[in-house]
């Protein structure tokens, strides 16, 4: 069969675009199961049209990871290389990939959890014993995405190498092993922010509800890259007293402002309602501060008619300007903005209606209302109800909330 190379390049990059725009949204407030299935769908036609080609989609992927060392590029490869049954493909994945493991170990994770353990076999474990610790921490986010318990070697991993033991960690939080609290909390060092952070989430998800929730609390308050999901787990851990009282404790500096915004919509009290509002009629906080009352309420903006216009005063995002230094992207950006008027009478005819808090989307918080909203909500919510449900037991498992969708009608 005769393949056109062109067309073959453009699966490469349409794929490796596809799968940077699915790795933002998974964690987006806009996008639910249905829309990212099918994202999914048009993500695989295009790893498909690579997979029939053979070694000719082959060669055509692994000139395009050559010519950018980027990560959809590899995820791409690694799709290939680890659903066929050619080991010399899997070998010259993870030779790429020790060259910049911080940055190659996620696509290629991300490229098995793609896979089904069916095509699995004799790939995945080897690397779990594997003397490079790089193939070792491929294993292990290998493990993580399929939720994989790699057993007895778990526990030796968390007095490995920092990166090992940070992914280590990682997996027992979300495979629930209760077990290992003791090696988790008291046999590794406090050696990285990242590390100290990885610990007492993975504590507290399998049990510790003492130091670790307040460790998370105290690691949100400093800011950075964790705040937000430190933030969302020491308030659920530590109970809504403890978390009332802690967040009536912020002053209102830059970082507290977002922390008390965020912090009242996982706590889910209906009593910060009319201080959210206010914080609606600032363009900067408005978009958070009404993620925060749907969190709470369960009332959708745009279906209720209560969101607007971006204000004045709102952030703008990057601009295609090379001199621009804001070039992130905004997690809020898709979020609507609330009409704040708007709210305040919505909320003044509706909100004696909501049953006492605490409250998730509207409802008490019950393990039935997180198992409702993981099937059926926006990823963010399927993120906040995924970590409830492993809180809620020592021993259950953090749902995955990033996996790939079943094909949509």
Not at 90 to 112: D, F, G, M, Q, Y
Not at 232 to 249: E, K, N, S
Not at 340 to 348: E, Y
Request: glycine share 10%; proline share 8%.
């Amino acid at each position: 069969m005769t393949h056109i190379p062109h067309i073959l390049d453009m699966h490469v990059e349409d794929a490796a675009i596809l799968w940077l725009r699915r790795s933002m949204a998974v964690n987006a407030p806009n996008y639910a199961p249905m829309y990212l299935g099918r994202l999914d769908e048009l993500l695989e036609a295009h790893l498909d049209g690579l997979r029939v080609a053979g070694d000719a989609g082959w060669e055509a992927a692994k000139a395009g990871f050559d010519g950018t060392g980027e990560p959809g590029e590899m995820f791409t490869l690694a799709v290939l290389a680890f659903g066929s049954d050619n080991f010399d493909w899997i070998r010259s994945v993870l030779e790429a990939v020790a060259v910049s493991p911080t940055t190659l170990v996620k696509p290629i994770a991300a490229a098995i959890g793609w896979l089904p353990t069916s095509a699995l076999h004799g790939k995945v474990d080897p690397l779990l014993d594997d003397p490079n610790p790089v193939n070792r921490l491929v294993g292990i986010g290998a493990c993580s995405v399929h939720r994989v318990d790699p057993g007895k070697r778990l526990a030796g991993y968390l007095r490995q190498a920092p990166m090992v033991r940070q992914a280590a960690l990682k997996l027992v939080g979300e495979l629930g092993r209760a077990d290992l609290v003791t090696d988790v909390t008291t046999a590794l060092p406090d050696d990285t922010p990242a590390c100290t952070f990885r610990r007492a989430l993975t504590a507290t998800l399998i049990g510790d509800r003492g130091k670790a929730p307040e460790t998370l609390l105290a690691t949100a308050a400093t800011g950075g890259d964790h705040a937000r999901l430190a933030l969302d787990v020491g308030l659920r851990a530590v109970g809504p007293v403890r978390a009332r009282q802690w967040l009536a404790g912020l002053k209102g500096n830059p970082i507290e402002l977002w922390l008390k915004i965020w912090g009242a919509g996982a706590v889910g009290d209906p009593a910060a309602m009319s201080w959210l509002i206010s914080r609606m009629r600032d363009g900067k906080t408005a978009q958070a501060a009404g993620e925060a009352m749907t969190l709470i309420t369960g009332w959708d903006l745009d279906v209720l008619d209560l969101s607007g216009d971006a204000p004045p005063d709102a952030p703008t995002g990057p601009t295609d300007d090379p001199a621009d230094p804001n070039v992130d992207l905004d997690p809020d950006e898709s979020l609507p903005f609330p009409d704040a008027d708007r709210v305040t009478a919505f909320w003044a005819d509706h909100g004696s209606s909501l049953p006492a808090g605490p409250l998730f989307l509207g409802q008490p918080v019950s393990i039935e209302g997180y198992q409702r909203a993981f099937a059926n909500s926006s990823q963010r919510h399927r993120r906040a109800a995924a970590y409830g449900l492993a809180l809620g037991s020592l021993t259950a498992p953090l749902p995955n909330w990033k996996t790939r969708q079943p094909k949509t009608l």
